[in-house]
């Protein structure tokens, strides 16, 4: 199916399933620790041995040798397989470092060698008998010592952020000189984990020369090319299987090193091997979330119009890798006639920096939307003013592009009303409660709907059940729930009459999860599967299929009502389709908004900073789940919290390497941090978006949020960090007077 012109009236529209909150399908399996995460699967093949993964101890140089022998002569050893035996592999779709092979060290905790044993707790030790001689290089491992070399480079996140390493539109210095009201301030976030719950875990098996992967990636279609590619076998000899995984955030959009070691482990020991990566290797030798230093600019008029508006940003990466594209949101979000964005990409030997949920915006809006703050302060304007004043409804850079829908105003002037936005106190540390000094934030919310080719095929048996195979993944956002709403809508039956089958490289290719794209795409590949499903059953029942209403699991046409399953009585029908999407990304610009609100309480005489209230309001299009999709906002919603007071990898700066690679040292937001949080979403729907007429939500809820939070910190206690975490170091020393 070819999605070219915006969608008309169809059966989604009836809303039977569709967009009402309905509990996970899947949730059973996790509450009852029956659903099948990739280390556990002790069920599909037997006699599994354990690969335990040995990282290098230099962040940059060469391996000059590798002593095994002690390892091997370890109890329970089955096979060694070092780097140095092992050609240089290829890199997989979208790697920036090399996963294994060869003596060349690019970071720190690159794979070198993979230990097969019985157990994992003899993996481990023989692991720890192994040496490595080593000839170490000088490394560059500082961005704050490297910016200034930084060069302006092209990026794209994969995930609809990105553009040219410098853009103009108009003429900003001049603006920004003629301004009556100006900012120029430099801001910096921190390196971040994915720190999922679930780790990097593969079980590899071989029969013959097939390989099969049990393992934990939320881009099938991408882990499946990849693994070829990686191992230099034709892509028929490969299957992975993924039908949960535990947390991915984008640290497993890619194959990682678990994956690649789990099959070289079995093929030398002759055995299925399991590996699981640490924390720390997660940490060191996966993906993070790049630092960045940015600069915004803006120029205003004394009413508060924008007429320049700048914002450039500086991040790190290996040599072949991307910078992060955090000034997207900028090009798209305010209007004004003069504007300029930069990406500068500095080299450094630090493990790879790549996708982590909603790169770019989530850093940019985490800067640029404390600018806007301080712009408003600077023309004594209310910040939610301030944002309505400059509010477009077109592309600032191509001004008769207009956005498909774009209710940010909606958003802005909702979430005030229903957080009880007047009852701030504008001018910071004048609300107190008790020893708290209490302080109120917003900011706005952006993450461009991107929408990707997804496939699925569907089956109808003669008991009326519908089965969808898709290779699309379920990281804990509900794709079960909502593919099974979407086939029950379309083929008019009950939830409990939809199969769903996720996760497996011999189903049609669908997105995958990742983006804010996987939802509203894979669900858009099961309703045109469905349509030709529609049509055969149509055929087989002698039915004029423009006239057929599937409901209430029958298929009505006139007077005749017949029993859904009576069109496979002869034998099952099934029907596969791919959705593919041209043009309308061309004539609309098709994003998401949203508007956050958050109140803080910060201790006068301590600085620990408590979250005390959080609301997101957000619009994105038809909400196929509300109960899911709010899930999805307030993860976000916690994990912005986190960004914004605690999460940051401390780079050793001598030797290369996040030392804090653990979840004692690595700090993320818990329960106890988090209070009620609320979640509005505004009734819409995007036809030019899909078929479903939906949008992404899951990326929405972390895009400035974390802004919201150093809002609010300002609001409470005056003082203003422009260095991100907000730890209480940088809030002690300009605290307010406790008395």
């Not at 070092?82 to 060349?104: H, I, K, S, V, W």
């Not at 900012?183 to 994915?194: C, G, R, V």
């Not at 993924?242 to 030398?268: C, E, I, M, N, T």
């Not at 196929?624 to 709010?630: E, G, H, I």
Request: negative net charge; glycine residues 12%; contains cysteine.
């Amino acid at each position: 199916m070819k999605f070219d012109t915006p969608a008309g009236q169809n059966p989604i529209d009836q809303l039977k399933v569709v967009g009402r909150a309905t509990d996970r399908i899947d949730g059973k399996y996790k509450t009852t620790g029956t659903a099948p995460y990739a280390y556990e699967r002790h069920d599909v093949v037997p006699n599994q041995a354990y690969g335990y993964v040995l990282g290098a101890a230099i962040p940059k140089g060469r391996v000059r040798a590798i002593h095994v022998e002690a390892a091997k002569a370890a109890p329970g050893v089955l096979a060694v397989v070092t780097t140095l035996e092992t050609p240089r592999l290829e890199r997989g779709t979208m790697n920036a470092a090399y996963l294994f092979g060869g003596d060349a060290i690019q970071h720190y905790h690159q794979a070198i060698a993979v230990v097969v044993a019985e157990t994992f707790e003899q993996a481990r030790a023989a692991a720890f008998l192994v040496r490595v001689d080593y000839a170490a290089e000088a490394g560059r491992f500082d961005l704050a010592a490297e910016a200034g070399a930084a060069k302006p480079v092209p990026g794209d996140s994969g995930e609809g952020s990105g553009g040219d390493g410098i853009e103009r539109v108009g003429d900003f210095e001049g603006a920004f000189a003629a301004a009556p009201v100006t900012l120029d301030a430099t801001y910096t976030t921190a390196d971040e984990s994915h720190a999922m719950m679930e780790p990097h875990a593969t079980v590899a098996a071989w029969e013959g020369d097939t390989l099969t992967l049990w393992t934990s990636n939320q881009m099938i279609g991408w882990g499946h090319g990849s693994i070829a590619k990686i191992l230099g076998i034709p892509k028929e000899k490969v299957r992975l299987d993924s039908p949960y995984v535990g947390g991915g955030f984008g640290g497993k959009l890619f194959v990682r090193a678990d994956a690649v070691l789990a099959a070289l482990g079995a093929k030398a020991s002759g055995r299925p091997v399991k590996v699981a990566l640490t924390r720390p290797l997660i940490a060191n030798n996966t993906t993070h979330r790049p630092a960045t230093i940015q600069r915004v600019r803006i120029g205003a008029t004394q009413d508060g119009q924008i007429t320049a508006i700048a914002h450039e940003s500086t991040s790190g990466n290996l040599a072949d890798g991307s910078p992060e594209t955090a000034v997207n949101q900028t090009k798209l979000l305010y209007a004004g006639a003069n504007r300029l964005t930069a990406m500068k990409l500095a080299h450094l030997d630090l493990p790879e920096g790549n996708a982590m949920r909603a790169p770019g915006e989530a850093p940019g809006l985490m800067v640029l939307e404390v600018a806007m703050d301080e712009m408003a302060e600077k023309l004594r304007l209310d910040p939610v003013e301030f944002r309505i004043r400059n509010d477009t409804q077109t592309d600032p850079k191509t001004p008769g592009r207009r956005f498909s829908q774009r209710d940010l105003v909606g958003c802005l002037r909702l979430g005030a009303d229903k957080f009880g936005w007047s009852r701030r106190n504008p001018t910071p540390g004048q609300a107190r409660d008790g020893s708290w000094l209490v302080g109120m934030g917003m900011a706005a919310a952006f993450r461009n709907n991107l929408v990707m080719k997804s496939g699925a095929r569907v089956r109808l048996d003669d008991r009326g059940t519908v089965t969808v195979e898709t290779d699309m993944t379920d990281i804990g956002t509900g794709s079960y729930t909502i593919i099974a709403q979407t086939a029950a809508e379309m083929m008019g039956v009950t939830l409990d009459r939809v199969v769903v089958r996720l996760g497996d490289s011999a189903f049609p290719v669908s997105a995958g999860s990742g983006g804010q794209f996987g939802g509203n795409s894979a669900t858009s590949g099961v309703y045109a599967a469905c349509v030709k499903l529609r049509e055969a059953v149509a055929q087989r029942l002698g039915i004029n299929s423009v006239d057929a209403v599937f409901a209430e699991g029958e298929v009505r046409s006139g007077n005749r009502a017949v029993p859904l399953g009576e069109a496979a009585a002869q034998g099952p029908l099934s029907a596969e389709d791919t959705i593919t999407f041209a043009g309308l990304d061309k004539t609309y610009q098709q994003s998401t908004f949203g508007a956050h609100f958050v109140e803080v309480g910060v201790d006068v005489d301590t600085a620990e900073v408590r979250v005390r209230r959080m609301l997101a309001v957000c619009a994105a299009g038809r909400i196929l789940n509300p109960k899911s999709a709010r899930s999805q906002v307030i993860g976000g919603m916690t994990m912005g919290t986190g960004a914004a007071l605690m999460e940051e990898l401390a780079v050793d700066t001598r030797r290369g390497f996040f030392a804090n690679h653990d979840l004692a040292g690595y700090e993320v937001p818990v329960h106890a941090d988090i209070p009620h949080q609320e979640v509005i979403f505004l009734d819409e729907v995007d036809p030019v978006s899909s078929p479903m007429k939906a949008k992404g939500v899951g990326e929405l809820g972390i895009c400035g949020v974390g802004a919201a939070v150093a809002n609010a910190v300002y609001n409470a206690t005056g003082v203003r960090v422009r260095d991100y975490p907000i730890t209480l170091d940088k809030l002690l020393d300009h605290m307010p007077d406790a008395a």
